[in-house]
């Protein structure tokens, strides 16, 4: 069932369907065992990435997390950890978790590098490089960056040539520092190649760090224009997050060129939108330009204004990461308390179902030690009565020790020990034969007794003391008083009580 459930999540995420493969996944762990550890780390698996795609990053890293728990635990599946530290880099990201993203960045690295594999490797060495950009490392992202494109010449891949290309001038751009045609020129670059190898996100990024460097050398109406285009495009592809941050671009450039005004309309409408979409880095980017541009136009009581409103961000901002690493904890918790439970719960199962299996065998040995005793003193009898004894003394001696066994085979009470051994073992058996029979007689209790063990009829026969006809003879009567018609079998009925 779990082989099936996990077959039509994979199905479900490979065809795109995100909110069907969510749906399936919670249903495999629910269903799933504790022990089934590896199938519940699969199930993690997918259903992080489907959270991931669908843009709900809090149950994705939460999920995440799991999955990476069990397969770092076993210490293969190489490209599964590589895709697991990767995805949690990235979403650290997201939440402005950098020291983090780059911990995780710098495991998917070495996983990389172990494999051997290219293209993982340099994408993982722009991530690192970005997450110290991030924490304000600018110079030693630079210098990560230079290695990059080193990297990318040395193996001559167009895409991470053009990557490299796009990631040092931008970060020249930021510090300001070495704005030259010569960085448009690298840029153009860049730009030819994302379009050659058909990377249009990437072209459309880079487009817009070109704007920046038109910006920086004065070409302001080049500027404008490009900026409005990458606009144009992640507005018709529904990319709200590089639309917003294009706006930021564009309000940059209407205040370089005295129009703050504007900038200030389209930043607060910036704000806005970003608030409404959850993206709290552009929103803190926008406060801050806010504070900027209301310094330019000498407003400081908005430019106070926007600095303790971005103050006030960063300090919920704060909370709310802290309030979603408690909320995940407890989660955790919480399953785990379940997981633990429940697995302690299958653990007393086992172990009473290993001592019900015990009583079975031992009660099968108890009533073969009594069949074979029946048999042997059968057997002594059978013996005894072949012998001719002429002398009236030893007669006398035989003739009583035939009497005591033939008493000792009719009235040994085995019925009462029997008893309390099967009821023991089979507790509910006699309850629920009574229900399809109230008034059966102790030979035909103890029939459907020996036929629930599993007995024979010529085991029956010497168990009873009759002869095996005889006990095909109560069969057929038991039968009969349970009003059992011919296409149910006797003894499968019986071991269904």
């Known amino acids: 069932m779990m082989k099936n459930n996990i077959k039509s999540l994979k199905n479900s995420f490979n065809s795109e369907n995100y909110d069907e493969a969510i749906e399936i996944a919670k249903k495999c762990l629910k269903e799933s065992l504790p022990s089934q550890t590896k199938d519940r780390a699969i199930v993690h698996f997918y259903l992080a990435q489907s959270y991931e795609r669908t843009h709900e990053f809090t149950q994705a890293q939460l999920y995440y997390d799991k999955a990476l728990m069990y397969y770092e635990g076993i210490g293969d599946e190489e490209e599964i950890l590589f895709s697991i530290n990767n995805a949690l880099g990235i979403i650290s990201n997201r939440f402005d978790k950098f020291k983090d993203s780059e911990t995780f960045f710098e495991k998917a690295l070495f996983i990389a590098e172990r494999l051997n594999d290219q293209e993982k490797v340099f994408s993982i060495m ?34 991470f040539i053009a990557m490299s290309l ?40 880079a ?48 205040s370089e060129i005295g129009e703050n005004e504007n900038a200030i309309q389209l930043v607060i409408e ?58 995940r904890r407890t989660i955790e918790i919480e399953k785990l308390m379940v997981e633990l439970e429940t697995e302690r719960k299958e653990q007393e199962i086992i172990q009473l179902e290993q001592e019900l299996e015990l009583k079975k065998r031992e009660l099968i040995s108890k009533v073969v030690n009594i069949i074979k005793r029946n048999n042997m003193l059968e057997d002594i009898l059978n ?40 009821t023991d073992v089979h507790s509910g058996f006699f309850v629920s034969l009574e229900k399809h029979c109230k008034n059966l007689t102790q030979p035909y209790r103890q029939l459907a007794a020996y036929l629930r063990i599993g007995l024979r009829s010529k085991e029956i026969a010497t168990l009873m003391n009759i002869t095996v006809p005889s006990v095909g003879q109560y069969r057929i009567r038991l039968r009969k008083q349970l009003k059992l018609t011919r296409e149910i079998n006797l003894v499968e009925f019986l071991n269904s009580l």
Not at 169 to 183: A, H
């Open 126 to 159: 722009n991530n690192i490089a970005a997450s110290r950009r991030s924490l304000g490392n600018i110079y030693s992202a630079l210098e990560l960056y230079h290695q990059c494109i080193t990297y990318a010449q040395k193996i001559k891949k167009p895409y």
């Open 207 to 254: 487009k817009n760090v070109k704007a920046g460097i038109l910006l920086s050398l004065g070409k302001i109406d080049k500027s404008l224009d490009i900026v409005q285009e990458v606009k144009d495009y992640y507005k018709s592809n529904n990319d709200t997050f590089r639309y917003l941050s294009s706006n930021l671009d564009h309000a940059k450039i209407l």
């Open 166 to 205: 796009y990631n040092i001038t931008r970060i020249k751009l930021i510090l300001n520092e070495d704005i030259s045609n010569n960085m448009l020129q690298d840029i153009d670059k860049a730009i030819t190649l994302f379009k050659k190898e058909n990377y249009i996100d990437d072209f459309n990024i």
């Open 383 to 422: 013996n005894l009565n072949l012998m001719d004894v002429n002398n009236k003394k030893s007669a006398t001696i035989l003739y009583k020790t035939k009497q005591t066994i033939k008493f000792e085979l009719k009235n040994y009470n085995l019925w009462e020990e029997f008893d309390t051994w099967f």
């Open 270 to 327: 910036t704000i806005e939108m970003a608030k409404q979409n959850d993206y709290p880095g552009i929103r803190k980017e926008g406060i801050y330009a806010l504070s900027n541009y209301y310094n330019k136009i000498e407003n400081f009581k908005k430019e106070a204004h926007y600095l303790k409103k971005l103050m006030k961000l960063d300090a919920e901002l704060s909370k709310q990461v802290y309030q979603k690493n408690i909320d």
